[in-house]
């Protein structure tokens, strides 16, 4: 039972590249969530997804893109790096928005230097 | 204003203390609450849903007040193994499914 994975779970990059954090889940769950955590903020909403072609912006997207082609992935991809996205990055799923748990992913560090 | 509030915390209590953690949120339209326990930066995961009429797991127990807009959640006999970081999260219709979470509270708890 793999449940919900992201890939890398580390990551260094540079400044202006570009990079891509994956999320895979297995339960065929409708909705999947992009957050960030940063100390001082806490959990921050970056895009979410209530299906497959269907996103939509959190509290933060700014420098990010998102996809969502098939129903079990939902990857992130910041477009040219910045010092800012320095953080912890994790993916969620769930099937129902308001009632159910959203089952959290195991993060992925990033480091933009 | 945020719009999830948590004590700041860090609560340090010792092995079988009671401990209360008091959450506030400001959308009363809000409709679904929960506390979620984050392991040394590890994911969040759901330690309990709050009903309205309360509700208990073993020796943890959530309150919900719709009135006052404010959420808790005790732990009685505390176990070395409660320390963590426990996070106050929300959610309703009028968010669009989103959780809203506060910025969560530490618990250490010390032999």
């Known amino acids: 039972d793999a449940g919900i994975t992201q890939s890398p779970r580390y990551k260094i990059t540079e400044t202006g590249r570009q990079v891509t954090l994956m999320c895979h889940q297995t339960?065929?769950?409708?909705?999947m969530f992009w957050y960030r955590q940063d100390l001082g903020h806490g959990l921050r909403l970056i895009y979410y997804?209530?299906?497959?072609?269907?996103?939509d912006k959190g509290e933060v997207p700014d420098g990010y893109v998102v996809s969502r082609s098939k129903t079990e992935n939902f990857p992130l991809t910041l477009e040219s790096a910045t010092r800012s996205q320095t953080s912890v990055y994790f993916c969620?799923?769930?099937?129902?928005?308001?009632?159910?748990?959203?089952?959290f992913g195991p993060g992925t560090r990033l480091l933009v230097l | 204003r945020k719009e999830v509030e948590q004590d700041p915390g860090p609560f340090n209590v010792p092995e079988g203390a009671t401990v209360a953690f008091n959450c506030t949120y400001s959308n009363s339209a809000s409709q679904s609450f929960f506390w979620y326990r984050q392991d040394c930066r590890k994911e969040p995961k759901l330690l309990m849903s709050v009903y309205s009429s309360g509700n208990e797991d073993g020796r943890f127990t959530a309150q919900l007040n719709r009135a006052s807009q404010y959420i808790s959640l005790l732990i009685r006999d505390s176990k070395l193994s409660d320390s963590a970081t426990y996070l106050c999260v929300v959610t309703g219709y009028n968010q669009g499914g989103k959780l809203i979470f506060g910025q969560g509270t530490e618990l250490s708890v010390k032999p």
């Open positions: 997804s209530a299906a497959a072609d269907i996103t």
């Open positions: 969620a799923s769930t099937q129902a928005a308001f009632q159910e748990t959203q089952y």
């Open positions: 339960w065929s769950h409708s909705y």
